[in-house]
């Protein structure tokens, strides 16, 4: 069943964020994951949303396909960059199956 990892973002340095997209990107390629949104604005509809904040959602095969990337020596890299690029709130869902 297909698992999704939901990313809030808030950006602090927009070139570091650019490599830290670089690096995020080539990896979650490597672990068969695939944008479904990246850097959206969302509207919200009920409550309210902070305008700087961004949405990134990525889907991969199951939710252990989407840890081990999380985990994994490729991803590394851009993890250590994202501290200094952005505070985010990052979340693993699974959907729902047929």
Do not use: C, H, N
């Amino acid at each position: 069943m297909s698992a999704y990892v939901i990313s809030e973002v808030d950006v602090l340095d927009e070139e570091l964020a650019d490599t830290y997209r670089a690096l995020a990107e080539a990896s979650i390629r490597r672990y068969d994951g695939r944008y479904i949104v990246r850097g959206a604005v969302p509207e919200a509809v009920e409550g309210t949303w902070p305008s700087s904040q961004r949405v990134v959602i990525v889907e991969f095969p199951d939710a252990e396909r989407a840890k081990e990337w999380y985990a994994s020596a490729e991803y590394a890299e851009a993890l250590e960059i994202r501290k200094a690029a952005m505070e985010r709130r990052l979340l693993l869902v699974e959907g729902v199956s047929g």
